[in-house]
């Protein structure tokens, strides 16, 4: 066998083909045979072997399920595939020759059993990618609810408090005018009977000096009083008594109060049914599980979809002006390359690899990231606030990031919501934000209430909508689905992992830089490892990767200013 070449060197398989001595990417699957095959065995397989050319050849991801070894109660070198339609019961080739299995029907085992699975597979789908996450999210809406109804609740006794206090001062004013009022009405009522004091006075002062003058006549001894005319004395002056005040009590009870003051009460309307997304979508893609294992080698053939080549293939490399090294990379629709250090220099190249324009800003995470509309993202870590960049180069700031410090920024190429790695203080948390700038949404904890990141540096979306950050203090990629239901993490293949730059192709692959063994990993959409991408042969110290709209894999290293192009798609 030849030597492989030094990209297919860079190519480190996990599933290796399942031929003798054969090392290339087993990237099919012969189900009669149950092994992987590369492309060149499977078409000597089904093409040259006349014993196996109508065996059955599938991608490995639709491979069918080995049947279980069971041995034969009856016959114990025999192992039971078949069964029997008529007994139904499992048998082994040797049962079915006994005389009570006679003219029975026969199925086969493991296409029996591979259905089933088939069938179990597509319900614990169902549970991890719709029910679980549904009723996740039902839970997040009656979490939100109840914080709505506190902050409701609250709002009301703020107002009814507010209600009560303006009403206690209505009250106060009109109890302060009435007793102004009393001192009022004293005042007047003591006035007039001071004037009646001063009447009755002038009066008594009156009858004394008629008094006196009368002692003078009786106590005169000449005949004075025979002819002088007898003397008046004035009436009594007369004065009214005073119209007593009275007091009157208000006449109001509880009910009038609580009219006064308002109610609280549930309006009389039918509760509104929360809204559960439909399976049918999910429902679909269950079926097409299903019946992946009825899939034949000719369908496989013919059906026109990428899939991964069983070499990579080296482009072209760039060196990027006015950056120390390619720490992490960002690619927009037009082709052209961000690329950031680990200083805070971010620089824009063109295709050539010539500077358009360069931005001082801080960090080494993965800050950057290109939109759906052709603007970058990108943080400034002292400054926290993310800023937009416009292709017309025009700096726009975007959001602030207030106490959280933002490490790795994602734009969404479904919807086009912008996905920040956060962290405050020992908390961190992934935060969806709308386009416009809006915060929508907290990824946090896990259904335990476990913390889910320690520093989510580096943050891609993939083709199914979840969300795969790369924690370079958690060892891991953990991925959470679009409503923040935790799916799986996955920690490396060794002892030691320290993830970088991270992002998905078109096929949902995983791909992820690994910092301790200087490579870049290749996990399925589930978590599942395939294979080691780029080794050290391929690329020194890959950092930052990203793929573009041709499904070219671009790679920053760390101690050099070059970002290599590689094809690994066909």
């Not at 001062?169 to 109890?175: A, F, G, Q, W, Y």
């Not at 000719?298 to 060196?319: C, G, I, R, W």
């Not at 993965?366 to 990108?378: F, N, S, V």
Request: charged share 25%; proline share 3%; net charge negative.
């Amino acid at each position: 066998m030849s030597e492989p070449s030094d990209e297919q060197a860079a190519m480190q398989h996990y599933l290796v083909c399942g031929t003798e001595d054969c090392q290339k990417n087993g990237q099919f699957y012969c189900n009669a045979c149950h092994r992987p095959l590369c492309e060149q065995c499977r078409d000597e397989h089904v093409v040259k072997n006349p014993d196996t050319k109508f065996h059955e050849i599938v991608l490995y991801r639709h491979r069918k399920q080995q049947l279980p070894v069971e041995k034969c109660k009856l016959h114990p070198t025999r192992n039971v595939d078949i069964f029997c339609k008529e007994c139904k019961i499992p048998l082994c080739s040797k049962c079915s020759t006994m005389e009570e299995h006679q003219g029975h029907k026969f199925d086969d085992l493991e296409e029996i059993y591979a259905e089933k699975y088939a069938l179990q597979q597509g319900e614990f789908s169902k549970i991890q990618k719709y029910f679980l996450p549904s009723a996740q999210s039902l839970k997040s809406y009656v979490e939100e609810d109840a914080i709505q109804i506190r902050k409701i609740m609250e709002s009301i006794r703020t107002s009814m408090n507010a209600e009560a206090k303006s009403l206690k001062n209505l009250v106060d004013e009109v109890t302060s005018e009435n007793i102004e009022h009393t001192h009022i009405m004293e005042k007047s009522l003591l006035e007039m009977l001071k004037s009646q004091e001063t009447t009755y006075d002038d009066y008594i002062a009156y009858l004394e000096k008629m008094s006196d003058e009368f002692q003078e006549y009786l106590s005169d001894t000449n005949q004075k009083l025979l002819f002088s005319e007898t003397l008046k004395i004035k009436t009594i002056p007369e004065t009214t008594k005073p119209v007593l005040p009275v007091f009157t009590g208000g006449k109001f009870s509880k009910d009038d109060i609580s009219k006064l003051l308002g109610n609280v009460n549930v309006p009389n309307t039918e509760p509104e049914k929360r809204k559960i997304q439909p399976m049918e979508a999910e429902s679909t893609h269950m079926k097409s599980t299903e019946k992946q294992f009825k899939q034949t080698k000719e369908k496989s053939d013919m059906k026109q979809t990428l899939s991964l080549s069983s070499s990579v293939t080296k482009v072209k490399e760039y060196s990027v002006p006015g950056v120390e090294n390619a720490f992490h990379v960002s690619v927009d629709k037009s082709g052209r390359l961000w690329v950031s250090d680990d200083i805070g220099n971010l620089v824009q190249t063109d295709i050539q690899g010539n500077q358009l324009q360069k931005i001082q800003t801080s960090g080494w995470e993965g800050y950057h990231t290109a939109t759906q509309d052709g603007d970058l993202i990108y943080r400034d870590r002292g400054k926290k606030k993310i800023y937009r960049i416009t292709p017309d180069k025009k700096i726009t700031e975007f959001i602030k990031t207030g106490n959280g410090t933002a490490l790795g920024v994602h734009s969404s190429l479904i919807n086009g919501d912008i996905l920040v790695g956060m962290k405050i203080d020992t908390e961190a948390k992934v935060t969806r934000y709308s386009k416009a700038g809006k915060e929508i949404q907290n990824i946090q904890r896990d259904i335990k209430g476990q913390g889910l990141y320690r520093y989510p540096s580096y943050i891609t979306e993939n083709i199914n909508g979840d969300i795969c950050t790369s924690d370079f203090n958690k060892h891991a990629v953990v991925v959470v689905n679009k409503s923040g239901q935790h799916m799986f993490s996955y920690t490396g293949q060794g002892s030691r992992f320290f993830p970088f730059g991270i992002c998905t192709d078109v096929l949902g692959h995983i791909l992820v830089c690994d910092g301790d063994s200087n490579t870049v990993h290749l996990l399925d959409q589930d978590g599942g490892f395939l294979f080691i991408i780029l080794s050290q042969q391929g690329t020194t110290f890959p950092r930052g990767v990203c793929v573009d709209d041709e499904n070219n894999l671009y790679v920053g290293q760390l101690f050099t200013k070059i970002v290599t192009m590689y094809k690994y798609l066909q």
